[in-house]
Nanobody, 124 residues
């Protein structure tokens, strides 16, 4: 069992930056690929980024590639999402998730554990 807690969300102006963190409980953090998803009101949950267990494989959603960076620290049981050049369309609740799948998945159904989410609001 893994519990995930996100932090770092908030209100930022377009063009600004935010750094989201996800803290995981348990001693098996490095057994999970980790991902970030987001969901805006009235929309489906969207893949943002994912990272493999060791951090050696990273994948991004098309809408954030080149602006967002995912990383993990297995010693600290944390995964981070650095978000730069934020746009209004990045406004959403951001979720951290953990998956037992070896390759970092891009679909929500392949994730086993989810955090409660953190709100990111980008104003113009």
């Amino acid at each position: 069992q893994v519990q995930l807690v996100e932090s770092g969300g908030g209100l930022v102006q377009a063009g600004g930056s935010l750094r989201l963190s996800c803290a995981a409980s348990g001693r098996t953090f490095n057994s999970y690929a980790m991902g970030w998803f987001r969901q805006a009101p009235g929309k489906e949950r969207e893949f943002v980024a994912a990272i493999s267990r060791s951090g050696g494989i990273i994948t991004y959603g098309d809408s954030v590639r080149g602006r967002f960076t995912i990383s993990r620290d297995n010693a600290k049981n944390t995964v981070t999402l650095q978000m730069n050049s934020l746009k209004r369309e990045d406004t959403a609740v951001y979720y951290c998730a953990g998956s037992r799948v070896t390759m970092p998945p891009r679909t929500p159904a392949e994730y086993d554990y989810w955090g409660q989410g953190t709100q990111v609001t980008v104003s113009s």
